[in-house]
């Protein structure tokens, strides 16, 4: 059963940071692009940023460019997003996913594997 499962997130004031992992277990992803997306009260769910299956290749949202930074580590089949000088704006439901294809893409209907999210909140 392939499984990805987020952790890391919470609660924090504006300007803080956190750090999301994103741990896959039931196949390996070393060939496939990942991505993190967000979904917030009341909007869609929208791509933050994604990384091909070796990370040299990175995407970012304009609105974290500069903030967030995405890794992954294929020996341990992780997946990070460092998110740094938040903002209340970031507050969402974020989720890690993983495509069939290793060239990443910006879509969440590009994306096969999901987590089940994880709350990050950022207060003012």
């Known amino acids: 059963q392939v499984q990805l499962v987020e952790s890391g997130g919470g609660w924090v004031q504006t300007g803080g940071s956190l750090r999301l992992s994103c741990a896959a277990s039931?196949?390996?992803?070393?060939?496939?692009?990942m991505g993190w997306f967000r979904q917030a009260p009341g909007k869609e769910r929208e791509v933050v940023a994604s990384l091909n299956w070796n990370g040299a290749n990175t995407y970012y949202a304009d609105a974290v460019k500069g903030r967030f930074s995405v890794s992954r580590d294929n020996a341990k089949n992780t997946m990070y997003l460092q998110m740094n000088s938040l903002k209340p704006e970031d507050t969402a439901v974020y989720y890690c996913?993983?495509?069939?294809?290793?060239?990443?893409?910006?879509?969440?209907?590009?994306?096969?594997?999901w987590g089940q999210g994880t709350q990050v909140t950022v207060s003012s």
């Open positions: 996913a993983a495509a069939m294809s290793p060239i990443p893409g910006r879509s969440w209907s590009q994306y096969a594997y």
């Open positions: 039931g196949r390996t992803f070393g060939s496939n692009a």
